[in-house]
């Protein structure tokens, strides 16, 4: 929290009465508000730059050897959970990306575990370099076409709002509510706002006129853009539009060529959801940024983008520039083309140097959290699906995309019982309530998974996070199921009655209590696992198997209650007997 005094300290930088704490001389600095690079000294005090021009005075110099000097990029909006480590832990992969900021929306664990879940997570968060803003979670449950283990109506987040860290209210994905004007919906926006906060859409299968419902409650972010016309009727209407590069939803490519020199200041960056695996393997926004660059973006746009643009999108008036005034959130580039990063400082202290951590500045907490426990009893022949025909709507799974296809297929049955068929692709999907006990299983056919035998099953599952599985028969999908129980949550992989593979996942489900390290190669164990009992490639099947549960994407998905149609926005039969 900034002082009278620091602030004065700042200042007396400029007039020589006191010295910087940090002056980096020879740098070439990205200035994100002319698209210029200029060359002069940044002058560092209390975690702040107190100027840029010419300065004599300071504890330390660093001199910089012409290297790029860009601020640190901002996630403009991430789920921390979907990298299944907690943000402390997030926080030693994304800074030696250059990530010194995310804006989060904590709705996974909010779903599990309520407000609890939220306090969780800022708590944990804290003393962190890694800077993380919350969006609190507007629609828990999400919808009311799958049961969850909270809800946070309007005076539940109106509580939460005390917190320093707390912005704005998160992606408003009840949009029939808002068309309808549903009271706690409504009143959940006009609290944001008297908070001074954005309000974040999620716009998902939308048309231009759709849109006006969200623009006239006052929302003014969308995230869920998959291609460049869609992208281009958001930022028409006033709309930041965020371009998502994440572990399913890769629509960067897809939605890039929406941007252009007269309205980039519209447009930012996000993953959304991203697996530690990629963020290791590929990284985070800086991916993003990099991409870009490859695909036609000049790099000061892109720069831009994942800087100023973010840090405007929502409101983050002291980041997102390398400008007296603005957080000494910093990083050094050799090349803007390839954004190659050598140094990151966060508040002006050096914490990655050529890619190394300094493991002090990376404090881990362990909040007094009691995870809620996973309540089912299901039974092998719960899992028994019996279609009253042999025509049947199938969920089409579609590769890196949060979507599915509405599919209509002849299917195998014995005795009445649907039976899994690999010549055809078509694998049993089962959705297993866990928070209340209510005995609710949801029965669906899926096809896209490609496997040959055995089945995979876990607790995260969007965004009610029930337990979510497929499989080739039922006793594999049983088995998968129980061992993941039996972990208190997680991830399993099953085949002929053995278990190849598992993570466990403790903390509500969705996280674990390891070293990122430790998650990245259980994970990769896993996929080499699903790699034996599958001839599908090119996409993570874990992420992709617990999108297939969200019901405010189109087009097919399946909850604890049923087969769920985004067209009708209803549940449906699984046969088709017109």
Same mark, same amino acid.
């Given at each position: ?424 692709? =078509? $694998? ?5 309530? +866990?928070?209340? %006990?209510?005995?609710? *299983?949801?029965? !669906?056919? @899926?096809? /896209? ?29 049983? =088995? $998968? ?5 039996? +972990?208190?949550? %997680?991830?399993?992989? *099953?085949?002929? !009655?053995? @278990?190849? /593979? ?49 019901? @405010? ?26």
């Amino acid at each position: 929290m900034e002082t009278v005094q620091s602030l004065r300290e700042r200042i007396n930088v400029l007039s020589h009465k006191d010295p910087a704490d940090l002056i980096i001389k020879n740098g070439r600095i990205v200035n994100v508000f002319t698209a210029e690079i200029i060359e002069a000294d940044i002058a560092v005090k209390n975690g702040y730059i107190a100027g840029i021009g010419e300065f004599r005075s300071a504890a330390e110099v660093i001199d910089a050897k012409g290297s790029y000097i860009v601020p640190g990029f901002i996630d403009a909006h991430v789920h921390v959970e979907s990298a299944m480590v907690p943000p402390s832990e997030l926080a030693r992969v994304l800074l030696p990306n250059g990530v010194t900021t995310i804006v989060t929306d904590p709705h996974e664990i909010a779903n599990v575990a309520g407000a609890s879940g939220v306090e969780y997570m800022l708590e944990e968060a804290e003393g962190s370099p890694l800077e993380m803003f919350v969006m609190l979670p507007s629609s828990v449950p999400a919808t009311p076409f799958e049961n969850n283990g909270a809800t946070l109506d309007a005076a539940a987040l109106r509580k939460l709002y005390h917190h320093e860290k707390v912005i704005g209210l998160a992606e408003v994905m009840d949009f029939p509510s808002v068309a309808a004007g549903s009271t706690d919906i409504l009143q959940k926006i006009i609290d944001a706002k008297s908070h001074g906060g954005r309000i974040d859409g999620h716009g998902a299968g939308l048309n231009r006129e759709n849109l006006n419902n969200y623009l006239a409650a006052g929302i003014r972010t969308d995230h869920e853009s998959t291609t460049a016309e869609e992208a281009l009727d958001r930022a028409r209407a006033g709309m930041f539009v965020m371009l998502r590069e994440g572990t399913v939803g890769r629509d960067l490519l897809a939605t890039l060529p929406a941007v252009n020199a007269n309205n980039s200041h519209r447009f930012c960056f996000c993953t959304d959801d991203k697996l530690i695996p990629d963020l290791v393997s590929e990284g985070s926004i800086n991916f993003n940024v990099k991409l870009a660059i490859e695909n036609g973006l000049s790099p000061i746009t892109a720069i831009q983008m994942a800087t100023i643009n973010a840090a405007n999108c929502h409101n983050l008036l002291y980041l997102g520039a390398v400008a007296a005034g603005y957080q000494a959130d910093l990083l050094f580039l050799d090349s803007l083309e390839d954004v190659s990063i050598t140094k990151v400082l966060k508040r002006g202290q050096v914490i990655v140097e050529q890619g190394v951590r300094d493991e002090a500045a990376f404090p881990k907490n362990k909040p007094d959290f009691v995870s809620p426990k996973i309540k089912h009893s299901l039974k092998l022949q719960d899992l028994e699906l019996r279609p009253k025909g042999d025509r049947v709507r199938v969920m089409g799974m579609l590769p890196n995309s949060l979507f599915t296809e509405r599919l209509e297929k002849e299917i195998k049955r014995v005795n009445g019982l649907f039976i899994p068929d690999k010549a055809a692709d =078509l $694998a049993k999907m089962v959705v297993i309530e +866990r928070h209340k %006990g209510t005995g609710n *299983v949801g029965l !669906g056919i @899926v096809s /896209g998974f490609g496997l040959k035998t055995g089945a995979i099953a876990t607790s995260v599952a969007h965004d009610s996070h029930n337990i979510v599985a497929v499989g080739m028969n039922d006793a594999d999908i049983f =088995l $998968a199921v129980e061992e993941l129980t039996k +972990r208190g949550g %997680g991830i399993a992989v *099953v085949a002929d !009655g053995k @278990v190849l /593979g598992g993570l466990s996942l403790p903390v509500g489900g969705l996280l674990s209590e390891a070293p990122y390290e430790e998650v990245a190669a259980e994970l990769a164990k896993l996929q080499a696992a699903f790699e034996q009992i599958s001839s599908a490639e090119g996409f993570d099947p874990f992420l992709t198997l617990s999108f297939l549960t969200l019901p @405010v994407i189109p087009e097919y998905k399946l909850t604890d209650q049923g087969l769920f149609d985004f067209q009708e926005f209803r549940f449906v039969p699984l046969e088709i007997t017109d």
